[in-house]
């Protein structure tokens, strides 16, 4: 495979922002905690006849928040286009979304596999939701629009991913990005992040882009993102060696039979008949605006696991472990120092809250606090086993009875086993670590 | 005749408790019931007695500060949403739609006290500038019934025109306000894009669509206009200019003013008849002192077919919500006129169009801004005619297209610079109204206003009724 094919993705992916009220009317923006279907509706998010946008300015700097954390350009002029299709969850028969002039573009995602290129950040509104079930008997559709006019912030790379594993990757590590700026939730299953990868394969030799590409939909897991690729490649190369090329379409993963399946053919391509939406005016980011902006924009991640590299040896792959957003990556950052500033090994704390040794809230217990549960933690494990299986072969020996007890099937004295070591080795020593000692002692 | 007077007579005879807003309301009422079967200037009525309730507690609660249009019944034009009352843009797709809310104008008139007597009728969703293309019964003029009153506000100013309401709000995209203002001789005034919300008005073109004032006089307007005027957070698009007491300046002379006669206005196209009684006007504004030059604007020539790709492209779009599956009516009820809006737009923002049509007009509106704006270096205000024609035969308009379309030569190239323009009785042919428009600069509604009230203190051609009235 890998010498007569490379793998071509680009991905477009689709971001709910949590801002508190939606995009374009001052409706509560939460359809996943919503009790009843369209109750955060009105007049503008439903599109009823003379009801007008107006901009949600946070949404707005949010999406220049992320363009800036993924190094974008971001056009000091921008607007809305109405992009127009039909379908029964778009209430005005048209999407307000951006067209030729996003709030950003040009901007870089690393991976291991290196960097691939961001096209565009824009931001648009949010569909209705179709939920199709019986009533009465009677297939019916219906609709919900607690979800309409959502802030959504639409990420396109370039066609710069080559693998099913770094798409993965790009993808995780936009999710990561969104997180830390704590701009949304992504929730991948109920939706609030939405993943679409255009996937074609380039005969090894040619540079220009194969001249048709898949677009896979309704991925609602990093997993089934790099399932679905797999596939794609897997169905595209046998195509490819009969000697035709695939169809250009939009597939969809059906993730209990692990295959892609067509949706929507090329004959049936949209014309959006985008235009400019009047409703709207242009939206000018002066100086002022912009640098306000800037001032909320925080460290960029990956310049604090770095730091956290260089000042604690701490692993990114396990500190990635421990934080989301940049208000608890600012916890950690406090908790890292007063650790070090005791002497005490941030790499072995890290260690320790990953593999659970350690249980406590980073993000509720103070500083001081946390410091001292870990000198705590420290201590209990400060015996080898080889130590402890030495004073284990004592009170065995002393608690003959206990022992007996124990292996005609009394399990539970083995607790009582556990007091006595713990009294003798006058300190605390984990629950399981001891009983597995002393369980191979006796056998 | 009580609504014959002006909404500041009426006001204070009511603060003087000489009339009641119940006498009002009857007599609109009345009026209404009289003539409007054969003029079909209304879709939708209130409710007699519970019209007649709300003018009871009217009178009871007015105060001597209350607004100068407390108690005064009104109308409004059927592209405005009115709260639990139908509302159709004259459209049976809509014919049982009653919205939940209010548009943003209508509220600030219930506001400020006014009494809604009822719904005008209209060109569906404003395509068109006779009353005919509407969905329910065409409406007549009231100064010859074989003839269409102008449109698509049409409604409205017969209304205003048979004194059934002392004044109504009208909506102008391509000069609907200006052409039945002229055409059954009242006054109207098209706002400058931006001075009035647009929320809660049925979207004909987004960008064109403008929310004005109808009534008997230009004093009157400038009341209205102040009462409407202002930004909106519902609307993005409106504008904070400060709003000006337009009430308080009317009376400062206009001596000095500048009156620009733009020649391509003057041209083939015209009847004579309009030349000729425009021309005369400018006669009352030079004894005000004014003076007059003639202007030229080049592209106006191309204001007609910018007009009709910008308008359809946004109505192509803003009419894709009704889809059959909402609202009751199906797609089939889009009249021939619409649907042939609806195509127009839709092909000229299609892929491979969009470039030489839509796009290619947007940059030409941009020219003719320009050029307004070059033109108002030169003058105060431009004045111009409002129709080339008389007001036509029923029936003529709606079987020929293409002279429909001319129709609004004049008007049109104002809602694409987005100025305001006041349009006002300037004579008589044929025993028909004749109406000129007064042109100014973004946001100088005041200055329209002056020049439109002096006018109107030296002539009463607004004041005359027409022979439907009697005596």
């Not at chain 1, 299709?85 to 901007?107: A, R, T």
């Not at chain 1, 605006?289 to 604090?304: C, N, Y």
């Not at chain 2, 706002?191 to 064109?208: E, H, K, N, P, W």
């Not at chain 2, 737009?345 to 169009?353: E, H, P, R």
Request: aromatic letters at 8%.
């Amino acid at each position: 495979m890998e010498d007569k094919y490379k793998v071509i993705v680009g991905m477009e992916i689709h971001v709910e922002l949590k801002t508190s009220s939606k995009m374009f009317c001052g409706c509560k923006n939460d359809p996943f905690h919503a009790e009843k279907p369209n109750i955060y509706t009105c007049p503008i998010c439903l599109g009823l006849p003379g009801a007008l946008p107006v901009a949600n300015k946070k949404a707005i700097e949010w999406t220049i928040k992320l363009g800036l954390a993924l190094g974008c350009k971001i056009n000091t002029l921008s607007k809305f286009d109405r992009k127009h299709y039909f379908y029964p969850d778009l209430p005005k028969g048209y999407q307000i979304s951006q067209y030729d002039l996003p709030f950003c573009f040009e901007g870089r995602v690393q991976t291991s596999f290196g960097p691939v290129g961001i096209t565009r950040v824009h931001l648009e509104e949010d569909t209705g939701k179709l939920i199709h079930q019986k009533v009465d008997g009677r297939d019916v559709s219906l609709i919900d629009f607690n979800r309409s006019s959502v802030p959504l912030v639409e990420i396109v790379s370039e066609p710069e991913i080559y693998s099913s594993l770094q798409a993965k990757e790009y993808a995780k590590k936009l999710r990561q990005v969104i997180r830390y700026l704590d701009i949304s939730d992504c929730d991948m299953e109920k939706g609030g992040m939405r993943l679409e990868a255009n996937i074609s394969l380039q005969k090894k030799g040619e540079t220009k882009l194969p001249n048709y590409k898949v677009e896979l939909k309704n991925i609602n897991s990093f997993r089934f993102l790099e399932r679905g690729i797999e596939y794609e490649i897997k169905r595209q190369k046998e195509i490819l060696d009969s000697g035709k090329t695939p169809d250009q379409e939009t597939r969809g993963f059906n993730s209990e039979k692990g295959i892609t399946y067509t949706q929507r053919s090329k004959e049936e391509a949209a014309d959006y008949r985008y235009f400019p939406d009047p409703d709207l005016p242009p939206i000018r980011l002066d100086d002022k605006w912009m640098s306000e902006i800037k001032s909320t924009e925080p460290e960029l991640i990956d310049s604090v696991f770095t730091r956290w590299e260089k000042d604690y040896k701490v692993d990114r792959k396990l500190t990635e472990l421990l934080f989301e957003t940049t208000e608890e990556s600012k916890k950690l950052n406090e908790i890292f120092s007063n650790l070090s500033k005791q002497k005490l090994a941030v790499d072995k704390f890290v260690n320790a809250v990953v593999n659970k040794k350690l249980s406590v809230n980073l993000f509720t217990v103070s500083v001081e606090e946390i410091a001292t549960l870990f000198k705590k933690s420290v201590a209990v494990d400060d015996i080898t086993d080889e130590q402890l299986t030495l004073i284990i072969k004592k009170i065995l020996s002393i608690n003959q009875k206990a022992v007996a007890d124990y292996k005609s099937g009394k399990t539970n004295v083995i607790n009582f086993l556990v007091g006595m070591v713990m009294r003798e080795a006058k300190k605390k020593i984990e629950f399981g670590r001891m009983v597995k000692l002393i369980k191979s002692s006796i056998k | 005749m009580l609504i014959n007077k002006s909404i500041k007579e009426l006001s204070s005879l009511l603060k003087k408790k000489e009339i009641s807003s119940v006498d009002l309301v009857k007599e609109s009422f009345d009026k209404v019931e009289k003539l409007d079967s054969k003029l079909h200037s209304f879709i939708t009525l209130r409710e007699k007695k519970q019209v007649l309730k709300e003018a009871e507690t009217k009178d009871k609660l007015r105060k001597e500060d209350s607004s100068i249009i407390y108690g005064l019944p009104f109308s409004i034009k059927d592209a405005y949403n009115s709260e639990d009352l139908r509302t159709t843009a004259g459209n049976k797709i809509l014919d049982d739609y009653s919205p939940p809310y209010s548009a943003t104008v209508l509220k600030k008139i219930i506001d400020s006290g006014s009494i809604l007597i009822g719904k005008n009728n209209l060109d569906a969703w404003g395509h068109g500038g006779s009353t005919e293309n509407t969905d329910y019964q065409p409406a007549h003029n009231p100064w010859d019934l074989n003839r269409i009153p102008g449109g698509s506000s049409g409604g409205s100013a017969i209304a205003i025109s048979t004194r059934m309401v002392p004044f109504s709000i009208g909506e102008d995209t391509g000069g609907s306000i200006r052409s039945p203002s002229s055409m059954c001789n009242i006054s109207g005034l098209k706002v400058t894009y931006g001075r009035v919300s647009r929320y809660g008005t049925i979207a004909y073109a987004s960008s064109l669509d403008s929310v004005g004032p109808m009534a008997k006089s230009v004093e009157d307007l400038s009341y209205l206009l102040e009462i409407i005027a202002g930004k909106d957070e519902f609307d993005s698009t409106s504008s904070s200019i400060q709003v000006d007491k337009y009430s308080q300046f009317l009376d400062q002379s206009i001596k000095g003013k500048i009156i620009g006669l733009p020649k391509e206005f003057f041209t083939k196209g015209l009847d004579p008849k309009i030349k000729k009684t425009i021309l005369e006007a400018t006669k009352t504004f030079e004894k005000l002192g004014a003076k007059i030059k003639e202007v030229s604007l080049p592209y106006f020539a191309y204001g007609v077919s910018i007009y009709y790709l910008i308008a359809p492209s946004e109505t192509s779009s803003n009419l894709g919500r009704y889809d059959g599956t909402r609202y009751g009516g199906e797609r089939e009820l889009f009249s021939d006129e619409t649907k042939r809006r609806i195509l127009l737009g839709t092909y000229a923002l299609s892929a491979g169009y969009a470039d030489k049509l839509y796009k290619k007009a947007q940059k030409l509106r941009t020219v003719l801004i320009q050029e307004y704006e070059n033109a108002l270096k030169e003058c105060d205000v431009l004045l111009a005619p409002v129709s080339p024609s008389l007001p036509s035969i029923i029936g003529e308009l709606i079987n020929d297209p293409l002279k429909n379309i001319l129709e609004d030569l004049y008007t049109v190239t104002i809602n694409l610079v987005g100025a305001p323009s006041l349009s006002i009785p300037a004579g008589f042919a044929e025993g028909l109204p004749v109406g000129m428009q007064i042109i100014g600069k973004k946001f100088a509604e005041k200055e329209l206003l002056q020049i439109g009230h002096l006018y109107q203190q030296e002539t009463d051609w607004h004041k005359r009724l027409p022979p439907i009235l009697g005596k």
